[in-house]
């Protein structure tokens, strides 16, 4: 019995080594990678400025820009603006090539933005100006009033009050601008630095002219009105810092994703249920409450001019927000809730 066993299950075992295999699969072929042509133009002259041959397909508009600036050393990346079409828009560093609207030979029309300067660069130099030209005032350097004040103080409480809440909200931009703002646009044209700053450098040197004179007078209603504009102003400043930490928070260091926007526990960026740019709204505020403060003329002429700017600013904003999210949350106003 053991034999015949033994002998059965050898049979079996022959049986089964002698079934066929089955054939391995064949290698999946590599897919065939089409490369791209780009022809850069200029947007101008319609001069061809140079061909690229052999271009991966996900090369971005700033690995093409690089190249573009390996042969022409004068126009870095950050000067440069590629275009689909000489009056369109400039293409975005991120836009990927094969999802571009283009064939495989691909035609870009090249502007040149100018000599660039960092946003942070001027960001703080609007800041440092205004915040240097006022102390020179309040300390009544000489050449600015007549020679007997020189190096003199004022005797009314609210010039000093004044000097303090102007030096803190510049102090504030600074610091902001150097631990803070994350700027999805590295650059901006040269040329903006001195129309920037001459804006923000002139109102300075008018308003600390007037608030720090020899001859400034109080405002009407004496401390209470003082009192009432110191809270509203540092009311309003501490909601602008709060919105630029969530604003912060919304972005992760060197992306450049766009989030909509929310109220966190933080009560003062509740305002967001409301409002698309409350950062406007509470700098709004503080300059409103700076106005009546001092109750001086230039202060509230600048305010209004800055109302006017930042309304600007909101409204382009608060467009952009509705192009780019469909849920972006329909109640909400550019600056102020259910005005504007």
């Not at 065939?32 to 508009?61: G, M, N």
């Not at 004068?74 to 560093?93: E, F, I, N, T, V």
């Not at 510049?170 to 646009?185: A, C, G, M, Q």
């Amino acid at each position: 019995m053991d034999t015949l066993a033994l002998e059965a299950k050898a049979t079996g075992q022959e049986k089964k080594s002698s079934a066929p295999r089955p054939r391995p699969k064949p290698p999946k072929k590599a897919k065939r990678i089409v490369y791209f042509e780009v022809e850069i133009v200029d947007a101008k002259t319609k001069e061809k400025l140079l061909l690229l041959d052999k271009v991966e397909p996900t090369s971005t508009i700033l690995d093409i820009k690089a190249l573009f600036h390996k042969s022409n050393p004068q126009w870095y990346p950050a000067r440069q603006s590629l275009r689909l079409d000489p009056k369109g828009k400039g293409l975005k560093d991120e836009d990927v090539l094969q999802t571009l609207p283009v064939g495989t030979t691909a035609s870009f029309y090249f502007f040149d933005l100018g000599a660039q300067i960092a946003w942070g660069t001027v960001f703080l130099s609007e800041c440092y100006g205004p915040l240097l030209i006022y102390l020179m005032f309040y300390f009544r350097l000489p050449f600015i009033y007549a020679p007997k004040y020189d190096f003199s103080s004022s005797k009314h409480w609210v010039v000093h009050l004044a000097c303090m809440c102007h030096s803190f909200h510049y102090v504030k931009r600074i610091l902001e601008t150097l631990f803070i703002h994350r700027i999805s646009h590295g650059t901006m044209p040269l040329r903006n630095i001195f129309k920037n700053c001459s804006y923000y450098w002139c109102f300075a040197a008018w308003m600390a002219y007037y608030i720090n004179h020899p001859l400034y007078t109080p405002p009407y209603y004496g401390q209470q009105q003082v009192k009432t504009a110191v809270i509203i102003f540092l009311f309003c400043q501490v909601g602008n810092f709060s919105i630029n930490i969530t604003l912060r928070n919304l972005k992760c260091p060197g992306s450049k994703v766009k989030k909509i926007p929310h109220p966190t526990k933080n009560p003062f960026t509740w305002i967001f249920a409301l409002v698309s740019c409350p950062n406007y709204t509470y700098e709004l505020g503080s300059w409103m409450g700076f106005t009546v403060m001092t109750q001086c003329l230039p202060v509230a002429f600048f305010t209004i001019v800055g109302f006017v700017l930042m309304t600007v600013w909101a409204r382009g904003k608060h467009r952009n927000y509705r192009k780019e999210f469909r849920d972006y949350p329909t109640l909400r106003s550019p600056i102020l809730p259910f005005i504007l």
